[in-house]
């Protein structure tokens, strides 16, 4: 199955949860399914929401000095100068990964220096092990990503199948929601949704319709107190995949048919 979903939204509207449960659910749906979770938030906790033991050392990409250089013949935190703009990044998923329940965590990180887009030997490797992953693997990749979507860039875009905006009902995360939507239509994504996550009346759902009418919904997520616990206590919510929400489960039948 091939399938690339980058998942956005306002901090705190609950995207990364979003994330690691759309993850899990599709590898439980099928155990010859290739699952990568992507964590390309610059504040990193997909791990917890998928049960990963955050004790384990989880080096982010961005941060792997020795391999930056070899690849590009440059050492980061430089700019400018001279260095391959197209290093060898197949490897990188599986070696630096960590595996739970048939999901791969990959934590990309950020640049430090230069700025966005900066052209540097971090930002390089970034953006060629994202192409790499959209572009070539035919696996299932699931991205958390930042507001900004910094890591996809107009190479990749055609092949994300679904940018999922995940919204509470609440006017900062549809203002949000509308930055982040522009980033994508910038980059040539087509298919652009909302996701309403905390929902807890029909009121709820149709004070996110009336407010967002240009927007295609995916569907809504109740609030729900598992979700809620888990928030608090850093574990992932569901150990069980099985009893998550049912309107969790059509949102995931929904991603899976967009697969080619």
Not at 230 to 257: M, N
């Amino acid at each position: 199955m091939s399938l690339k979903i980058a998942i956005g939204g306002k901090g705190g509207v609950g995207k990364t949860t979003i994330t690691s449960l759309i993850a899990r659910a599709i590898a439980a749906s099928d155990k010859n399914t290739k699952v990568i979770a992507i964590d390309a938030d610059p504040v990193a906790n997909l791990a917890a929401g998928l049960g990963i033991d955050e004790s384990q050392p989880i080096t982010p990409v961005s941060e792997l000095s020795d391999l930056i250089a070899e690849r590009t013949g440059a050492k980061p935190g430089t700019m400018g100068g001279f260095f391959t703009l197209n290093p060898k990044v197949d490897d990188i998923p599986d070696r630096f990964s960590i595996e739970k329940d048939g999901v791969k965590l990959l934590v990309m990180g950020t640049v430090q220096q230069g700025g966005t887009g900066c052209l540097c030997p971090e930002s390089t490797i970034l953006k060629a092990l994202m192409n790499h992953l959209v572009l070539a693997r035919n696996e299932v990749v699931v991205m958390d990503m930042e507001a900004g979507i910094e890591h996809l860039g107009r190479a990749t875009s055609g092949s994300v199948d679904a940018l999922i905006i995940v919204v509470n009902p609440g006017n900062r995360s549809r203002v949000a929601a509308d930055k982040i939507k522009k980033l994508g239509t910038d980059i040539g994504i087509k298919n652009i949704v909302v996701l309403g996550n905390r929902v807890r009346s029909r009121e709820d759902e149709q004070l996110i319709k009336e407010s967002m009418p240009d927007y295609k919904i995916l569907g809504f997520i109740p609030e729900h107190d598992e979700i809620a616990n888990s928030d608090r206590t850093g574990e992932r919510p569901f150990d069980d995949i099985t009893k998550i929400p049912e309107e969790l489960k059509e949102v995931t039948k929904k991603l899976i048919a967009l697969a080619t």
